[in-house]
């Protein structure tokens, strides 16, 4: 069984950071692409980030490019979010997933953490 526990959230300033940590169990990170979504409250699940087994890969919302980054220790089977340059809008319950690197849909889902930025 996988189990993904998400870690790191709080509350900060705009303008601060945080680092978000996905540690992951039950199996390695070889062969998944992790991801990063998150969800507002009265808003639809969005992507934010994702990375390849390997990290050679790695995609960004719009939203968050130039400001947030995603990285993988795969000898600790964790995943990282570095967060700066926060906003109020990013404000938000953040979820860890992970997929097969050639299947289309995450299946693995942790229980978020929440990131709450004050204006």
């Known amino acids: 069984q996988v189990q993904l526990v998400e870690s790191g959230g709080g509350l900060v300033q705009a303008g601060g950071s945080l680092r978000l940590s996905c540690a992951v169990s039950?199996?390695?990170?070889?062969?998944?692409?992790m991801g990063w979504f998150r969800q507002a409250p009265g808003k639809e699940r969005e992507f934010v980030a994702s990375i390849s087994w390997r990290g050679a890969n790695r995609y960004y919302a719009d939203s968050v490019k130039g400001r947030f980054t995603i990285s993988s220790d795969n000898a600790k089977n964790t995943v990282y979010l570095q967060m700066i340059s926060l906003k109020s809008e990013d404000t938000a319950v953040y979820y860890c997933?992970?997929?097969?690197?050639?299947?289309?849909?995450?299946?693995?889902w942790g229980q978020g953490t929440q990131v709450t930025v004050s204006s």
């Open positions: 997933a992970a997929r097969l690197f050639s299947a289309a849909e995450y299946v693995y």
């Open positions: 039950g199996r390695t990170l070889r062969s998944y692409t």
